[in-house]
């Protein structure tokens, strides 16, 4: 990110600030800053356009949770499996594999959306858990307000503001390395409010791999108000860490991630915004090894050899963002925003795209949205995005919804839209491979092409199948994945009874899905081995049910249910997408309050046979129980939390993603000080 | 005795010459405040439309000299140090854009045929606005400043005439807000914003609104600015109301009735931010409906 841009707009800032104390006897006519402005305001779940999930504080804490992924499975159709124990995938209706690729995912707004392959690198997010205001998810398309990749949902996590003066610290210590912190301190006063947060996550993974990682992240965000209309709002935040990959071998990785943020928003009134922002974000991922693998030979053709593997892959990719939104009339019937966005993603990685350059990918987008109340009984909203990118389809995503209510606290939504996944630059332009050692290659090269044509097994596949192959060799022309959805859904919002319901009917219809087509490249053989292009080939439709409810049934307690049956059918061409949604998903979080400050919390998780996509084994149906017990209490006067978690705490082994990396109980102690 | 007749005759007769008189003239005496302006020029229109006429004199640091020697019928004073610089001026006067607080730390000396319209709204219309559009919040929290402390107990007394259980956190300091409200918002439905510099400022007001929000509770709050930077309902009285009240006063004491020393604002508005409302899920009724069946509870 880079800095003078933002320290010549915070002296500017500063330069303009007009605020004098206000004067004791006239409070009644002192002007105000819009405090909560239509980007803060959040909009009731029963008049979105869309199904959404709201995820609070509270049940972030009560779920135990230690890092965001483990939130979802909180949420309807939610499925969250680990490849290994820091690369999680987080997959709403099926259709993935580690590289989640059809959800957006975003913090305060700005996508993390991997300009690369696709999908989001969750152990790096530069947050804590505690740093996380409430996370909302729209279930189902969202490309109307989002654009492209909000094809199956949509993620976003908010964090939290500055509110005043506030220091707080989480230690988390258990077994299987899992050793976490986070200190965060809040301050500034009147015109500048800034918080700060720094903190790490380690555990070891899973027991049969060695797959331990430890991220370290900081995040600060600064708000500055200019004037009672004008704020600059201005973030940085980074993570860096490491971790191991144990596949074939062990491979190591460091990655570092930086983003910035700055915006500046004016605001006349509660329901009249106008902002700008630009965003900067930039990643690098190195798997830097250098090893020698033992070539067994083949008798009187080849001799052994020790090879060296040259594994330095590093990936680097960079994403800068201009866009502007407009919104008016949030106090009146009709209410609409409106806005643009250009986009560049830089990507650099001579392994994985056999290019030693950058290559960018292009985006512009505008798009409007509207929301006009009829009547006490009907809102109509309406919306769409025009998207112009490089790498994939020019379009439109419109969405059309109407929310009828039936009587107070009852209504039907109904709802029909369409979206769709521009082809990641891997799926369009791989190469991926790796450089053949010049020994190889001049042995090869002694071999009459005749003897190396009718080689016998195993050498054959020995040698066609080589750590030196091409693994992947993308021939483009790919297409954007398209989704139509339909959804019907009744909403019960009835405070009296503290209940809010939704129970919804959708069906999608999904075409030209992107999988790895199988193809054969030659290599330095001369014989041909079997290797990956892209292809849009499959069709899938999906529908189901889901059912959500929340409810405080009496005081202190809390009970959230979410349960899906979903059907898939598929063409199931390139891969097996009817086994990667489970047929059923259920999960219940019951908090209470007990006497004596003691707060308890038990969690129930049930997902249905499945399958990940790329290499992923048949999983059978699986369950599990998280306990949290926690107490709050005064420690030198400040609040003070000490908890015990337990996660599948009466530790069933199910197998996670492969049928190798068995999921066993994780209990840690949680202290939390606030000061 | 005679001497007694003489004098009552002339100052009848004085006081008839001006109060009969077709165009009696009126001097505003005024701080230098943009509100005291704009109901300057709000009262420069009344009157000329009433036929009167009227003189304008801005007090500062410095009381101007003119001020004694400016001849009138009444006089307005607009804003504290007007009120303070005309008080024993011996002239019918109307005071206005005044704090109750401002009045309670500077207590005025007694003056006949003077009236003071504070800003402040009565602790009844409060409670009742509370009760109109909140019927099922009882529980009202309340930040209480320096300026606040001492009207707590009355505060709790009338609420609880409602019906309604004041729950009264004290604030001694700007920081300590934020920690203040987090333990006083679970046990309260409504947060009640009353005029205190130390509690409700520029500075302040986004971490108390902030805070409010995240937790669902919505701001009940005592100015136009206030309710667009998010309280949800906000009772204040425009200058446009205030000088409404500061011409019928006028005409009441040229007339030559008595007027209370102190008065309440007579007219008011009731604004609701509907966009907070909605995203707080409570459904209120609409402005025109809670100003007007406040009005009938006063």
Known sequence: MSKKPILVLVALATARITFAAGSPAEPFFDELPVVLSASRLVQPVADAPAAVTVIDRETIRASGARQVQELFRLVPGFVVGYRNGHEPSVSYQGLADGYVRRLQVMIDGVSIYSPVYGGVDWRELPIAIDDIERIEIVRGPNGASFGANAFL????????????????????????????????????????????????RADNGFDAVSDNSRTGFMNLRANLRLDSTEEVAASVAASNGSGQIDENFVRPQTFENY???????????????????????????????????RMPGIPGILPAMDLPVDMAYKVEATRDEFETQWTAGSTSALRWLGGGQWRQDAVRSPGLFDNPGWLRNNLWRLFANAEYRLSERLLLHAGATYEHPSLGDSGLSPRVAAIATLAPGHSLRFSVSHAQRNPTPYEESTQHGYAVPDALREAVAAIPPEKLASLPEPYKTMIQQTVYRQFAMASGGLVSEKIFSADIAYQAHLPALHLDGELRYFHNRITGLIYTFPISVPTFTGLKNDSWDFRNRDDAHVQGIEGSLNWSPWAGGQVNVAATHTRIRSSNLDANYSATVPDRTASVLLRQQLPADFAVSVGYYFVGPMRWLSGGDPLPASERFD???????????????????????????YPDFFDYLVARRLAWLQLRYEY | MLQRLIWLTLVLAIWASTSASAAPRIVVVRDDSPVARQVADMLGHEVSRLGWSSAEIVVGDQLPADLRREEGAATVALGFTAVQATRLLGRPTVGALVTRAAMEESP??????????????PVERWSALIRLAFADRSLVGLLAGPTLQRSIRTLERKFQDRGLVLVAETVNSGESIVPTLDRLLPRTRVLLALPDPLVHNRGTVQPLLLTTYRAGIPVVAYSEAYVNAGATISLYSTPKQVSEQIIESLQQLLEGHPAAALQSPRYFTVGVNRAVARSLGLSLPSDGELQERLQGTD
Do not use: C, K
Request: charged share 20%; aromatic share 6%.
């Open chain 1, 153 to 200: 949902a949509m993620i976003n996590i908010i964090t939290r503001e500055a509110v005043g003066h506030e220091t707080g610290l989480t230690l988390n210590a258990g077994r299987d390395g899992i050793a976490d912190w986070n200190a965060r301190h809040s301050g500034g006063d009147g015109n500048l409010l800034y918080r700060i947060s720094v903190g790490q």
């Open chain 1, 259 to 293: 983003h910035g943020n700055l915006r500046w928003t004016r605001t006349t009134d509660a329901g009249s915004e106008f902002w700008l922002q630009l965003n900067h974000a930039q990643r690098h991922l190195t798997e830097d090894q250098h090893y020698l693998t």
């Open chain 1, 627 to 653: 306990l949290r017990l926690a107490r709050t209490f005064l420690w030198d006067g400040h609040r003070t939390e000490l908890a015990a978690i337990a996660q599948n705490i009466t530790d069933r082994h």
């Open chain 2, 108 to 121: 005025l000396p007694p003056a006949e045929r003077s009236t003071v319209i504070m800003l402040d709204q």
